[in-house]
Structure formats: structure tokens, C-alpha cells
């Protein structure tokens, strides 16, 4: 089954204590990104990944890494959390496309985390 | 400005109702235009693409209009099961692959 495998589903962690919400996709997507989502605010992507060594800035970086060694995997890694950045994750993939090829995302189950 | 806009609802309409979500763009240039079904605490889901002449699934029927650079959802003989927050996602032009996504759109289906 085609699908993006988040982990793990709920975390609760304590300030400062460094963690990685993996990510993985069988569909052979080169696109991926990391979005996290807060009531009132949306999805606001975090960082995306164009393909394997490839990995850009998205709204919200601070307090995040990524890496993307292999194309089917992209770690999210809070070095540091901090209460701030207690919310709903979302991994995502898509077929890499330009103009106007419509590849829509497919997302993971998503992660709840939450820092005290 | 924001990229995407939607009105936020909710939209309360009973069953069987007929009911019309649009979404504004900024970005002229946007290439790629999507709806997203997104259930409480659930992963957003696709539901359909949007193409420039338009084009139904179903109960559902999704429109572009470049000119005023707006989409728009419309669900017919509304169900139970259809209530849930609708994502208008709209993908840029160039190389990029930047998807931008509004806030949703949130549909409550009465009995």
C-alpha cells in the first residue's frame, strides 16, 4: 500500500531533550516536506526536501533540522524543544513537478508531540 | 497578505443541502490548484484536483476561475458523513514545488 509512515504517533517529551519523528514513504516521491499544524494557523511548513541531499528552509525552521540521506526517509529533529513548538506534525510527500502537472501531497498519520 | 484565503465557517446546513466553499489565490502564476479533506486530528487527505474547465466527482464539483483567481468546492445532496474541514491547496508555477495551503473551511452536516 502506497503511503507515508510517521513515528511516533504521540510523544510527550521535556524541554531540552532532543528528539526525531521519522518519516518514511514507499511511493518513491522525491518531494517531501514537514508541516506543523496549530488551531487558527494552518499548516505552515517547516522544511522541504526537492530530493536526497537536497533540503530548504520552509515558514517556520527555527528549532528544526532535517536530512534527507535517502529518498524514502526524512528525520525531523528538535534539537531542543521547547513548549513552543507543542503541536500537530505532518510529513508529506509528492511527485516532483513543474508547471502544470497536478501531484498532490500524501501526508503521514501525523504526530502529536508535546513539550512540557 | 496571505497566499490562499478561505472563509473559516462553519457552514451548518442540514442533510441534503447544497453547499459552495470558494478559496482565493495571490499568486497569478499558480499552476496547480487541489481540494483537501482534512477529518479532526486526522491527516489532510485529497479529494480532488481542481482543472481549469472544471471538473466533478460525484456529489462534488470543483471550479478555477484564473481571472479572479479563485476555486471553489460545491457538494451536493450534503451527508452526514461529509462533515469535516476543507483545504483549498494551491501549488506554485515554477520549480519550486511550493504548496500553499488555507486555513480550511469547516462543514458541520446536521440530521
Known amino acids: 500500500e502506497a503511503q507515508v509512515t510517521q513515528n511516533p504517533r504521540y510523544l510527550i517529551t521535556v524541554t531540552g531533550k532532543k528528539l526525531t519523528v521519522t518519516c518514511s514513504q514507499n511511493m518513491n516521491h522525491e518531494y517531501m516536506s514537514w508541516y506543523r499544524q496549530d488551531p487558527g494557523l494552518g499548516l505552515r511548513q517547516i522544511y522541504y526536501?526537492?530530493?536526497?541531499?537536497?533540503?530548504d528552509k520552509g515558514d517556520v525552521p527555527e528549532g528544526y533540522k532535517v536530512s534527507r540521506k535517502e529518498k524514502r526517509n526524512f528525520p525531523l529533529i528538535l534539537e531542543s524543544p521547547s513548549p513552543n513548538q507543542t503541536s500537530l506534525y505532518f510529513c508529506?510527500?509528492?511527485?516532483?513537478?513543474?508547471?502544470?502537472?497536478?501531484?498532490?501531497?500524501?501526508f503521514g498519520s501525523g504526530t502529536r508531540l508535546t513539550v512540557v | 497578505r496571505k497566499e490562499v484565503e478561505q472563509d473559516p465557517g462553519p457552514f451548518n446546513v442540514p442533510e441534503g443541502a447544497t453547499v459552495a466553499f470558494n478559496c482565493t489565490y495571490s499568486n497569478s502564476a499558480s499552476q496547480s490548484f487541489f481540494w483537501y479533506r482534512q477529518d479532526c486530528r486526522k491527516e489532510p487527505k485529497l479529494l480532488m484536483s481542481v482543472y481549469s474547465s472544471g471538473n466533478e466527482d460525484g456529489r462534488f464539483t470543483a471550479q478555477l476561475n484564473r481571472a479572479s483567481q479563485y476555486i471553489s468546492l460545491l457538494i451536493r445532496d450534503s451527508k452526514l458523513s461529509d462533515s469535516a474541514t476543507y483545504l483549498c491547496?494551491?501549488?506554485?508555477?515554477?520549480?519550486?514545488?511550493?504548496?500553499?495551503f488555507g486555513s480550511g473551511t469547516k462543514l458541520n452536516v446536521k440530521p
Open positions: 491547496v494551491v501549488k506554485s508555477g515554477d520549480n519550486f514545488n511550493k504548496f500553499y
Open positions: 508529506a510527500s509528492s511527485l516532483s513537478g513543474t508547471g502544470r502537472t497536478n501531484y498532490g501531497y500524501t
Open positions: 526536501s526537492m530530493n536526497v541531499e537536497v533540503t
